[in-house]
């Protein structure tokens, strides 16, 4: 009984973390990457966005579970990068979508699936210093995580739908001017964060080089220099 007590702990103590990695304001990358996902759907198409969140959270569960179970580790630069880069080449994708068939869309299932490994890692590397070093059961909590990862989700989903609804049904706006608004936007922000995020060292504008000249040239130098007049100056052996 108290096993069970502990487990269930375990569960809603991680459920709020993954909840809030979707629907807290820290979460605009996979929020944006979801709406991508999502752009090219109508209201009437829910099943088919469930069927395709699902292939998102099985992609993010398997590499959560990898990483926090340490078999597999990533360079958390190069997944801060790559995260807003499926969402530019998902929103990219859906600019060039002409017909809305369950064909021509089939896709975004292999997308949210295949990108859905790379968000996953960026998962990972909040919740396995969560669970390091705790006594708590790690099935149970990667169970919550993901549990209130996908709670999130559909609930980023319903509203795209109903906005998606509201828009294309309601006010009669073309479908695909539709398509290509959302994800002309949502591609502009996730290319600016991939650029943002790019994994390339850059140079600290307080780095100084110093170039040792020869004492000769330093007094070459020196001479044409307001500092010419400074007798204190020494030039290096």
Same mark, same amino acid.
């Given at each position: 009984?108290?096993?069970?007590?502990?487990?269930?702990?375990?569960?809603?103590?991680?459920?709020?973390?993954?909840?809030?990695?979707?629907?807290?304001?820290?979460?605009?990358?996979?929020?944006?990457?979801?709406?991508?996902?999502?752009?090219?759907?109508?209201?009437?198409?829910?099943?088919?966005?469930?069927?395709?969140?699902?292939?998102?959270?099985?992609?993010?569960? %398997?590499?959560?579970? /990898?990483? =926090?179970?340490?078999?597999?580790?990533?360079?958390?630069? #190069? &997944?801060? *990068? $790559?995260?807003?880069?499926?969402?530019?080449?998902?929103?990219?994708?859906?600019?060039?979508?002409?017909?809305?068939?369950?064909?021509?869309?089939?896709?975004?299932?292999?997308?949210?699936?295949?990108?859905?490994?790379?968000?996953?890692?960026?998962?990972?590397?909040?919740?396995?210093?969560?669970?390091?070093?705790?006594?708590?059961?790690?099935?149970?909590?990667?169970?919550?995580?993901?549990?209130?990862?996908?709670?999130?989700?559909?609930?980023?989903?319903?509203?795209?739908? %109903?906005?998606?609804? /509201?828009? =294309?049904?309601?006010?009669?706006?073309?479908?695909?001017? #539709? &398509?290509? *608004? $959302?994800?002309?936007?949502?591609?502009?922000?996730?290319?600016?964060?991939?650029?943002?995020?790019?994994?390339?060292?850059?140079?600290?504008?307080?780095?100084?080089?110093?170039?040792?000249?020869?004492?000769?040239?330093?007094?070459?130098?020196?001479?044409?220099?307001?500092?010419?007049?400074?007798?204190?100056?020494?030039?290096?052996?």
């Amino acid at each position: 009984m108290r096993f069970a007590y502990n487990t269930m702990q375990d569960f809603y103590f991680y459920f709020g973390p993954g909840w809030k990695h979707i629907i807290g304001k820290d979460a605009l990358d996979h929020q944006l990457f979801i709406a991508a996902l999502a752009a090219i759907y109508l209201l009437k198409d829910w099943k088919q966005v469930l069927i395709l969140v699902t292939a998102f959270t099985i992609g993010h569960s %398997l590499t959560l579970a /990898l990483s =926090v179970y340490d078999v597999i580790r990533f360079d958390s630069k #190069w &997944v801060e *990068f $790559l995260i807003p880069l499926t969402i530019v080449i998902t929103a990219l994708s859906n600019l060039f979508q002409k017909k809305f068939t369950p064909r021509s869309i089939s896709i975004n299932y292999f997308l949210a699936l295949a990108f859905g490994l790379i968000h996953g890692m960026g998962f990972a590397n909040y919740i396995r210093f969560a669970i390091a070093g705790s006594d708590q059961n790690i099935g149970w909590s990667l169970f919550g995580f993901n549990v209130g990862l996908e709670a999130g989700q559909i609930v980023v989903v319903a509203a795209l739908l %109903l906005l998606s609804h /509201l828009i =294309v049904t309601i006010l009669k706006v073309n479908r695909r001017d #539709w &398509v290509i *608004f $959302l994800s002309a936007a949502v591609f502009g922000i996730a290319l600016k964060m991939s650029l943002d995020r790019l994994p390339i060292k850059k140079k600290s504008h307080e780095e100084t080089h110093v170039i040792e000249l020869p004492a000769t040239d330093q007094r070459q130098f020196i001479a044409g220099t307001k500092y010419s007049e400074q007798p204190q100056f020494k030039p290096c052996q």
